[in-house]
């Protein structure tokens, strides 16, 4: 769906600078998702944490968050380039339905690994500690508290959210161009920067959208909103509803409509760097270049 071209490179090198991006784009961005989190917590937890100030605070969770953005760049290509090749023709070319298909799959793997960051992440935030743990510190707390399967709360949301939000972006994304194209003259293409307007409208439309699964997912991720609605998703939603509101499953929506501006324009231009900067892992003796299927937009993602 991107405006930007595609380019074939080798799959460490795509990882390398989807990862390195990611990494780049979640450090500029992560006060904004500090206070997104923040503002879907429990009213009394907030109260509790306080107002941050201009401080390191802004940051918690911000380690664990790039750990995960990493591990799910690699699940996401593996995945993707794995499936590719399985369901390639003779001639190594892939349908659209199929590559949509291998895509969807992708989608639910990184989305499963990125669980237990998410969970990692939200109790680093809504810690009253003065200097919550390190992410696998969390993951060992979360472990003894609740078993392994503590880090795979919010599973549901997380993956309702993934799919909701992909959905919606395509439908909307899609609806905007057919438009847009109405008003282009025939034979001349849509400009990359009407392109890159229309992917923005259709992210909105997205975040919109999903907020208050969104919601859901972080109480569903907190042990205080967890032990409140019993583990139980859609008492958690009638609980947020009717005692603090149906405004406050629309919390945290500006922050992360701000983010979701910044990080177009953060991913899609470092990615350039970042993918030029690792030129290097072609360069190697024997290195090979990818079956031509995946692309900068999905490193990008």
Request: aromatic share 8%.
């Amino acid at each position: 769906m991107s405006a930007h071209a595609s380019q074939d490179g080798s799959l460490p090198r795509l990882m390398a600078a989807g990862i390195l991006a990611g990494t780049a784009e979640i450090g500029l961005t992560y006060p904004l998702e500090y206070h997104k989190v923040r503002s879907q917590l429990p009213t009394a937890l907030i109260d509790k944490i306080g107002r941050p100030a201009l401080t390191l605070k802004l940051f918690r969770g911000c380690g664990t968050m790039m750990l995960g953005n990493g591990t799910k760049t690699i699940v996401r290509f593996v995945t993707y380039d794995f499936l590719s090749r399985q369901i390639a023709d003779e001639n190594g070319h892939i349908s659209a339905p199929r590559s949509l298909a291998a895509g969807l799959l992708a989608g639910f793997m990184e989305s499963t690994v990125l669980v237990p960051f998410e969970v990692a992440k939200i109790r680093q935030i809504s810690s009253l500690a003065t200097s919550p743990p390190g992410t696998f510190a969390t993951f060992k707390r979360i472990v003894q508290l609740h078993g392994p399967l503590g880090l795979l709360y919010g599973f549901f949301p997380t993956l309702l959210r993934q799919g909701a939000a992909s959905a919606v972006r395509f439908t909307a994304y899609n609806s905007l161009r057919q438009m847009a194209d109405g008003f282009v003259t025939p034979g001349d293409r849509l400009s990359p920067a009407w392109a890159t307007g229309l992917e923005l409208l259709a992210s909105y439309a997205a975040v919109i959208t999903t907020m208050p699964i969104d919601v859901v997912k972080t109480r569903m991720q907190t042990l205080s909103g967890r032990e409140a609605a019993h583990g139980n998703n859609l008492l958690c939603t009638y609980q947020i509803f009717t005692t603090e509101g149906p405004r406050k499953l629309f919390s945290g929506m500006m922050p992360r409509l701000l983010r979701v501006t910044i990080s177009s324009m953060v991913m899609f231009s470092f990615y350039e760097v970042a993918f030029k900067a690792v030129s290097f892992i072609d360069e190697r003796p024997g290195a090979s270049n990818s079956n031509g299927e995946i692309s900068k937009p999905l490193a990008a993602k």
